[in-house]
């Protein structure tokens, strides 16, 4: 298990694709903190005139987290497309069944080298937040909060990658996949201005319909940290079940070799 977390983060490492999406992802980020700081300093001079700062958690920092996890749902497709469907392409997903790990291993150790490949990108996202705590006190409670929610978000969306990468060896069509799944739970956040309302009952009290199932709502959550079992477990279970589905797909193409 372990040769094949190192060969596939090292292949990453090593790819430059990856290294431009990463690039763009930070790019595309900084960008949007920039505008959001810029934002941020023109409403507290104006709030300043009338008495009232605006807090920077709330009008900074939450909306920051929010757009690092919203990019992520266009940039994992491209970097998981490639994790089974590549191995089918060039034949050597049947060399990795006669190494002497099982199904469960292979899908951990691919799942793993491509999530601490998130982490990492994660990690330099938090920049512009160190170097903001120079100029201004943040809590860094809800920091950790909001990133810890962009892990577990990370986490689903490489689960749902390294699914749709096992179903193809064409690595656009595993894209379009992740795509086509990722898009959808987002857009589940949105349904709950269209649906008619006995269509989005039932969810709970303090829910928002069927909008709690959107994979933005959660993360939501996190970043105003307002913690509770229901969102790790959304995050986990869905990570687990695809995680359990690409065992089963691998599962079966052994059984046909």
């Not at 431009?20 to 941020?40: D, E």
């Not at 810890?148 to 749902?160: D, N, P, Q």
């Not at 795509?179 to 959808?184: C, E, K, S, V």
Request: glycine content about 8%; charged content about 15%; overall charge neutral.
């Amino acid at each position: 298990m372990l040769a094949i977390f190192r060969r596939d983060l090292s292949a990453y490492f090593n790819s430059v694709t990856v290294w431009v999406l990463s690039a763009a992802y930070l790019f595309v980020a900084g960008l949007i903190f920039t505008l959001m700081t810029k934002n941020y300093v023109d409403s507290s001079m104006m709030g300043g005139m009338n008495g009232r700062t605006p807090n920077i958690m709330d009008e900074l920092v939450l909306g920051y987290q929010w757009w690092l996890g919203f990019l992520m749902i266009f940039l994992l497709p491209m970097l998981t497309m490639r994790l089974l469907a590549e191995e089918k392409r060039i034949g050597t997903l049947e060399l990795l069944f006669t190494y002497p790990v099982n199904e469960w291993e292979i899908v951990l150790a691919k799942f793993f080298a491509s999530l601490l490949t998130v982490i990492s990108m994660l990690a330099l996202s938090c920049l512009p937040l160190v170097y903001l705590s120079g100029k201004t006190a943040l809590d860094w409670r809800l920091v950790g909060s909001g990133y810890g929610g962009l892990v577990l978000m990370a986490s689903t969306l490489v689960a749902i990658g390294l699914w749709a990468s096992s179903l193809s060896a064409s690595q656009v069509i595993a894209a379009c996949i992740t795509y086509g799944l990722a898009m959808m739970l987002w857009l589940m956040q949105l349904l709950d201005s269209f649906l008619p309302e006995k269509l989005t009952q039932g969810f709970g009290d303090d829910s928002k319909g069927i909008g709690t199932l959107g994979i933005m709502t959660h993360l939501e959550s996190f970043a105003r940290g307002n913690l509770s079992s229901h969102d790790i477990v959304y995050y986990l279970s869905l990570t687990l079940l695809f995680l359990f589905l690409t065992v089963r797909v691998l599962d079966s193409r052994k059984w046909r070799m």
